[in-house]
């Protein structure tokens, strides 16, 4: 009886080349730094920006170019977008980005948000046919921004009475609250690709902002894309930035399930490959290992794509998980070393950085980071940035 030939064993591809991707792929080598803002975003995929400071920063850690900028790529040129994306999530994305998200991802989050609001509706009374008044609603706020442009959401509540109205939450319960219709009608309109969020009120930390028509302020619709050709390119572009990747990594990265991020896997050609702790996916054609890069540092603020990337960190953070994450899982501000978070900052006041090494990275990292210190105070000197979602350790820093 003939036997078969044992199977090749996956290439492997270890921690310290996991880290030399990050620093290359990700932008934050020195030699490795991005041109401009769109090719961060590009680069990462997406920039996190539920907290709006946050996307900025990552932005500015990795290229050498200022606020005036950012905000210029996404305000006037509209080269890069403020859009609801993986996990439910607010994201700047590259503009062309934008109709890979919002089939992969952002219309799935659409339905759900609409099935939830029309039991929201018809359970506080406001209408028998609960899907009914969403539309006439949700027609009567595109046809004010048609007529009039891009508006506030209280100038949208002035304008369509119903956007006005509160929601009585769980009124039995001890954590009764109240919703107003304005955000959860704007945040579907917004998860359908029918509206966007346009230019900000106030500083470039605030996170208010007008809403504009996506056809008005782009010029156009997002173009249709249809799920599963979207999900393979989404899955495409996280492992030419982050992969090697595990597939639960990708599955939370995404919000997707089990099923579809393995479809997408294989719907892209993805092959295994060994890691230190594990197995993980690639790209075909991409298991060589990279060449080094020089030692590097790095101030990365709150919910950084360097971290929010995959769902295990270990071979990032270590240790040091408890002190820089929060308690449901959102990543403060963080200091690296040569491929590994090592510390804590604050940004206190206008050009004052304060940092606390949680592990030593000895004396040519601590002259590293002190470096960064100095950049950063430099280059953020106007406001002070506090984190939406601080760490325990951003707590110490600041009390």
């Not at 809403?211 to 030419?240: F, K």
């Not at 040569?338 to 206190?348: I, L, P, T, Y």
Request: glycine fraction near 8%; hydrophobic fraction near 50%.
């Amino acid at each position: 009886m003939r036997t078969m030939p044992p199977m090749p064993a996956a290439p492997l591809l270890t921690t310290t080349e996991r880290r030399t991707r990050l620093a290359r792929r990700l932008h934050l080598a020195t030699e490795w730094r991005a041109t401009d803002h769109v090719e961060a975003a590009r680069s990462l995929v997406g920039l996190h920006a539920s907290d709006p400071a946050s996307a900025v920063l990552s932005s500015l850690a990795r290229c050498d170019l200022d606020v005036t900028s950012f905000q210029s790529e996404l305000f006037e040129s509209r080269s890069t977008l403020r859009m609801l994306g993986m996990r439910r999530t607010l994201f700047v994305f590259a503009t062309e980005v934008a109709p890979i998200v919002q089939a992969a991802c952002t219309n799935d989050i659409a339905v759900v948000e609409a099935r939830k609001l029309i039991a929201l509706i018809e359970s506080a009374g406001l209408a028998g046919d609960g899907a009914a008044w969403i539309e006439r609603v949700a027609a009567a706020t595109l046809d004010r921004l048609d007529t009039h442009g891009p508006a506030l959401a209280a100038e949208l509540g002035a304008a369509v009475p119903e956007l006005a109205l509160q929601i009585e939450l769980a009124s039995v319960k001890p954590y009764a609250g109240k919703v107003g219709v304005s955000t959860r009608i704007l945040f579907l309109l917004a998860a359908r690709g029918q509206i966007v969020r346009a230019r900000t009120r106030g500083s470039w930390v605030s996170g208010m902002h007008w809403w504009a028509t996506t056809e008005s302020w782009l010029g156009g619709p997002i173009p249709a894309r249809d799920a599963v050709g979207a999900r393979a390119d989404l899955a495409r572009a996280w492992l030419a930035s982050y992969g090697p990747g595990r597939l639960t990594d990708l599955q939370w990265w995404a919000g997707w399930t089990k099923t579809a991020t393995a479809r997408a896997l294989a719907d892209v050609g993805a092959v295994e490959v060994a890691l230190d702790d594990g197995t993980g996916w690639v790209l075909a054609g991409d298991v060589e290992p990279s060449a080094p890069v020089e030692p590097w540092a790095a101030l990365l603020p709150g919910l950084d794509p360097a971290v929010m990337g995959w769902k295990d960190r270990t071979w990032t953070v270590g240790e040091l998980m408890p002190a820089v994450f929060d308690r449901t899982g959102n990543v403060g501000p963080t200091v690296w070393w040569d491929g590994r978070v090592v510390g804590s900052w604050v940004h206190r006041a206008p050009g004052e950085i304060a940092v606390a090494l949680l592990d030593d990275p000895g004396a040519e990292g601590r002259a590293a980071i002190e470096a960064q210190v100095d950049a950063w105070q430099r280059r953020v000197p106007d406001v002070a940035v506090a984190p939406r979602f601080p760490a325990p350790a951003d707590r110490r820093l600041r009390a």
